[in-house]
């Protein structure tokens, strides 16, 4: 299908996003990297007058660190985040994760904000940002405000922003070397979103224990779902095949997936289990030491 | 593999001379043009007023159109005009798919637009058609129609009960052909076994999923009273006789032209309702309209195929000789038969080749072949042969299990000898000669099994789960009319060619198959500068357009080849001898002393140059008044060919698969896969490998991914890219091909089809390499596409 007829603007400053969602109220829809929303144009599943494009404004771009926090412009691509030295220092999972998201094409163009704000609930970025425990940056006319990456995925591809908000960056608590983290999904093609997915982090002290870990799964639910008894089930814990058998069981309780084109309810549950184990596994000590 | 017949019995280049191109991997000439993007698509042919439609799809599997409201459409900006099926039904008659040879075969007429009821999610019910496809997307948004939803018959196995909902009322029930092959005493076999061995199979409904998507341009000249079409089809002179014939037309006042097209794999070689709606809109209109399918589109209205269930049972003796087969196979093909080969085709193809490679006595095979509210099926790559292998390979794989017996070993004392040919199989297929054993020998040359079977055993210590799977596989390849000829169908099964060499001495061959991506160009070019003697770079190719090309069937069962490439390798000696008899005179010299090199006219016994053609074109063409008055100097010749002792050219092969199951997520890894066949004559080794390889592919992707699913209500879920999943390239093995050349004596260049060998024989091969891997776990899988839910359902983990 064709796209329906709508025209575009490009804005230069966060300004010019104001007021030309000032002019065009509901009918104006931000594009950044495309990569999501061009595809459901051409669904003709909503049909905005104006594309907003916001890639070239300048204060949503760049990768910084500011203290033990690593600030991520909104509009930083994909393939951007997989190679950029400070992610990968201080965000690993990000990093990590860039491989999974679809293919070198799409990562040249799809940006993190993109990926946040539409919350595919198979998507990579949001179960690692909630599982990093990160902070939202929601720019609007009134000013900034913060939003914790968990409380900001609220439904099926819905999120807090408000309609005059958008992403103007993601704030990672900079990774220590007690840090660890992972993440692991099975598709069935390379690039595809996940079948079942999860993005795990934790803290392992001097002792081997657990602390902060932070469970989250995605394609398993309405979006990234932090694992809140999974995740107790370790907290303290030495991390051992115990540890990680408590985790898959209180599992069942976390999620509630759905059935899909891939197959029932059942067999996500079943992944979710194989991926908590496969995750874990490699901060065991053993695994550690191997690598 | 340079084994060509003497040149002196049939006039052809010497084998070391540079211009023997038979069995060399020449670069094919269109390669360049499609991948600097200077290739001509039907979508990029630019004609004056010219007008785009768009359709209204059923959004039901089965409705009643109550009422159709255009006029809110028609006042869209940039619509032009909206049509219905009532509309269309003024200039265009419906038709009717059924061959007279399939007994008892019946079907309902299809109109181009349906009048009364729509019978699957995805046919086309209205046409807007407008300034641009935007603005008719634009118009089609502003129908309105009046559905009145009717209970579907979705279930091919509930399609004949009582009461399953009929269809089509006129017909009586949901039966559209069903046939049983027997042979010997198939009751006396299974109670006499060693062992009887049974299973069930599903091969799911896929599609053909082309780069470029069906296209069409309709322009009707209402001066002229032609209607000339771009087409993004496979047999333009098939198409030609179908316009003509619905739209009240003389076939000669009927042009097809097919320049570039972007893959085909059967799925444009059928008659498809929009596409014929476009042919009688442009005749309505008196000018040019254009349709190219979008990817939703393409998924509910390109034919789907394979969605068979079938039921087999295999009867060995202690030796693990097959004594018999009996087989039920049961498809759903969408409300209507395709026209017009029918979609009764891929049934009767199962019980054509299930049991195939194998010397067995008795055999029982029944067909039931059922309408559903559905997208139709209907004959796509391999038509038939991936079902009937995996059936077969995957019976014979069971019964090696119950003996304690090799794959190998059970195949080996089963498949039919290599000196056993003319060979008549149960169901009547006639077989020239097969390398069955020859294939084998060859494929165990190529797969390490004594290194994967020890792999294998060290990595299931360690937990990792991999299997080895065979598949010996037939193919059916250059049909004649025993195909759909007899059953009254304007499909030709011969085809032609026409050589000519110009003043400048370069050759132009103009073919009735024809090419989209597979490279049919390419051989036809090696076979001309072959036959005529020239550098391949002196030969022009032109293919696809009713008007200037020889009568032909066009592309499809794998005759490009076999019969195109015949018919120009005929014409080319033909065009050869003239120019020799020309040159004999222009050069005292008898004919038949005299030979074409790379271009030039030399002595046959020492190779002296004598004269390039250039020189002897210069004279035939601008100084004929120096030639003797009687001498014939017609530098063109035209050839035809058609098959004339079998009613098929068999193939054979043997394919291997290598895999490692994941049992922990259900995921397939493909590490390797070995594919030996016997296409006959190699013109090209590079072509053919990669035809193999593209057919491997094929094959993997309906065995591992691809699958059209649909909904309770008959909707189909699977429309984009995302959700039906076709291979990628990350997932594929590594793939090696060899080959064994048994050509066919039917004709002087002896080549049978390749196209289809891949995919015939790779989901059989997948299927066993899985069960390999399952067996020691007690599982097993035989429902495709082996998923991973199917896979770890059959471990018992979910
Ligand atoms: C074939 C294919 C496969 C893919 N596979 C994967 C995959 O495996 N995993 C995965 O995670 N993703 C996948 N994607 C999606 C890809 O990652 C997208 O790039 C991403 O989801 C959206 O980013 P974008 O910059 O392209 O956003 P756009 O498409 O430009 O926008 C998406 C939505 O977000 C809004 N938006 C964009 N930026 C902002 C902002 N800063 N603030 C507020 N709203 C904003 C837009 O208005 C729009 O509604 C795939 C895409 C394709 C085409």
């Keep these: ?291 | 593999m340079n084994d060509m017949p003497t040149p002196a019995s049939i006039g052809l280049s010497r084998e070391d001379l540079p211009n023997s191109y038979i069995g060399r991997s020449v670069p094919r000439p269109n390669v360049p043009k499609l991948v600097q993007g200077r290739a001509t698509y039907t979508d990029d042919v630019a004609v004056p007023r010219l007008v785009h439609a768009a359709f209204l799809r059923s959004p039901h599997a089965h409705a009643r159109i109550v009422a159709i409201d255009t006029a809110a459409a028609a006042k869209v900006p940039g619509v032009v005009r909206v049509f219905t099926g009532a509309d269309l039904a003024k200039v265009c008659d419906p038709w009717v798919a059924t061959l007279e040879h399939l007994k008892g075969m019946k079907s309902a007429p299809q109109y181009p637009l349906p009048l009364e009821r729509a019978t699957w999610q995805g046919e086309p019910v209205v046409a807007v058609v407008a300034d641009s496809r935007a603005a008719a997307e634009d118009g089609v948004a502003a129908l309105a129609v009046e559905w009145e939803p009717l209970a579907a018959q979705l279930d091919m196995e509930t399609a004949l009960d009582p009461g399953a909902v009929v269809i089509h009322p006129a017909l009586g029930d949901n039966l559209v052909f069903t046939r049983t092959a027997e042979k010997g005493d198939v009751a006396a076999a299974f109670a006499s076994a060693h062992k009887v061995v049974e299973a069930t199979f599903v091969t799911g409904r896929h599609t053909g999923v082309t780069l470029e998507a069906r296209s069409i341009l309709a322009d009707y000249n209402r001066a002229e009273g032609t209607l000339t079409v771009h087409h993004s089809t496979q047999a333009p002179h098939m198409m030609q006789g179908v316009f003509a014939k619905q739209l009240r037309m003389e076939e000669g006042a009927v042009r097809v032209i097919c320049k570039d097209v972007g893959g085909s794999f059967g799925i444009k070689v059928h008659v498809y309702p929009d596409e014929v709606a476009v042919a009688a809109m442009a005749r309505i209109m008196g000018r040019p309209v254009k349709f190219v399918a979008d990817r939703f589109e393409s998924f509910v209205s390109d034919i789907h195929a394979r969605d068979h269930r079938i039921k087999g049972r295999i009867a060995v003796d202690a030796e693990g000789k097959i004594l018999g087969f009996d087989i039920d196979d049961r498809t759903g093909i969408g409300p209507y038969s395709v026209y017009p080969r029918t979609s009764a085709i891929e049934g009767n193809q199962v019980v054509n080749l299930c049991g195939g490679p194998y010397d067995f006595a008795n055999y029982r095979c029944t067909t039931t072949v059922v309408f559903q509210n559905k997208t139709p099926t209907c004959q796509y790559r391999a038509v038939g042969h991936p079902i009937a292998t995996a059936v077969t390979e995957g019976l014979v794989d069971l019964a090696a299990e119950a003996l304690g017996m090799d794959p190998i070993e059970i195949r080996r004392r089963n498949l039919i000898r290599d000196d056993a040919y003319p060979y008549t199989s149960p169901p009547g297929m006639r077989f020239e000669g097969l390398s069955h054993h020859a294939a084998l020998a060859k494929l165990l040359e190529m797969v390490p099994v004594e290194r994967i079977r020890a792999d294998q055993a060290e990595q299931r210590r360690r937990g990792v789960h991999r299997g080895l799977g065979f598949a010996s596989f037939i193919e059916l390849t250059n049909p004649s009319p025993f195909m759909y000829g007899i059953g009254g169908a304007r499909i030709s099964a011969q085809d032609g060619a026409t050589v000519r060499m110009d003043p400048d001495g370069s050759v132009v061959v103009l073919s009735g198959v024809t090419e989209q991506g597979q490279g049919t160009d390419g051989i036809l070019r090696q076979i001309v500068a072959h036959g005529v003697g020239v550098p391949v770079e002196r030969v022009k190719v032109i293919t696809g357009d009713t008007q200037t090309t020889p009568y032909g069937g066009g592309t499809w069962a794998c005759r490009g080849a076999g019969i195109g490439g015949e018919a120009a390798l005929q014409s080319a000696i033909a065009l050869k001898q003239q120019i020799l008899q020309v040159a004999g005179t222009m050069l005292q010299a008898a004919p038949g002393s005299l030979d074409i090199v790379m271009g030039e006219v030399v002595e046959r016994e020492t190779g002296r140059a004598r004269m390039p053609l250039g020189e002897l074109g210069r004279i035939v063409y601008f100084r004929g008044d120096t030639l003797p008055k009687d001498l014939a100097r017609e530098l063109v010749q035209t050839r035809h060919f058609i098959t004339k002792e079998y009613p098929f050219a068999f193939t054979n092969g043997i394919q291997a698969s290598w895999v490692e199951v994941d049992v922990e997520t259900g995921i397939v890894k493909l590490l390797e896969h070995w594919c030996v066949e016997d296409c006959g004559r190699v013109i090209n080794p590079l072509l053919v490998d990669e035809q193999v390889r593209g057919g491997i592919v094929q094959g993997l992707g309906g065995a591992l991914y691809e699958h059209c699913v649909y909904d309770e209500q008959g909707n189909l879920l699977t429309t984009t890219m995302a959700d039906y999943l076709v291979p990628m390239s990350a997932e594929m093995p590594e793939m090696h091909v060899g080959h064994v050349e048994t050509p066919t004596n039917e004709s002087l260049l002896g080549a049978k089809g390749a196209g289809e060998a891949g995919t015939a024989g790779a989901p059989a091969a997948l299927m066993n390499a899985i069960n390999d891997a399952l067996r020691p776990l007690g599982a097993r899988v035989t429902e495709q596409p082996f998923t991973p839910a199917r896979i770890l359902a059959a471990l018992g983990r979910i």
């Design chain 1, 1 to 291: 299908m064709k796209w329906p007829a709508f025209a575009y603007e490009r804005a230069s400053t966060l300004q010019d996003v104001w007021r030309l969602r000032a002019e065009h109220g509901e009918g104006a829809r931000l594009v950044a990297g495309g990569q999501t929303l061009l595809a459901t144009l051409a669904f003709r599943l909503s049909e905005p007058s104006v594309l907003v494009d916001i890639t070239r404004i300048e204060a949503l771009r760049g990768v910084t660190v500011q203290g033990s926090t690593l600030r991520i412009g909104a509009l930083t691509r994909h393939a951007e985040l997989g190679r950029d030295p400070l992610v990968a220092r201080h965000a690993p999972l990000l990093a990590e994760a860039v491989p999974y998201i679809a293919h070198p094409a799409i990562r040249n163009r799809g940006t993190i904000g993109g990926s946040l704000a539409y919350a595919d609930p198979a998507a990579e970025l949001p179960a690692c940002v909630v599982a990093l425990d990160a902070t939202l940056v929601l720019a609007s006319p009134a000013g900034e405000r913060r939003v914790a990456a968990r409380e900001f995925f609220t439904g099926l591809l819905e999120t807090a922003l408000k309609p005059d908000e958008l992403i103007a960056a993601v704030e990672v608590p900079a990774a220590t070397p007690a840090s660890r983290s992972a993440i692991v999904e099975v598709a069935r093609r390379s690039g595809d979103y996940a079948m079942a997915g999860l993005a795990a982090s934790l803290s392992l002290g001097a002792d081997g224990r657990v602390s902060a870990p932070r469970l989250v799964y995605f394609g398993v639910g309405n979006g990234p779902v932090l694992a809140a008894g999974a995740s107790a089930a370790l907290e303290g814990k030495a991390l051992d095949a115990g540890a990680i058998a408590a985790a898959q069981a209180a599992l069942a309780r976390d999620i509630d997936p759905p059935s899909d084109l891939h197959g029932p309810p059942e067999m996500k549950r079943h992944l979710a289990r194989v991926l908590t184990a496969r995750a874990l596994s490699r901060f065991l000590p053993a695994a550690e030491a191997a690598s």
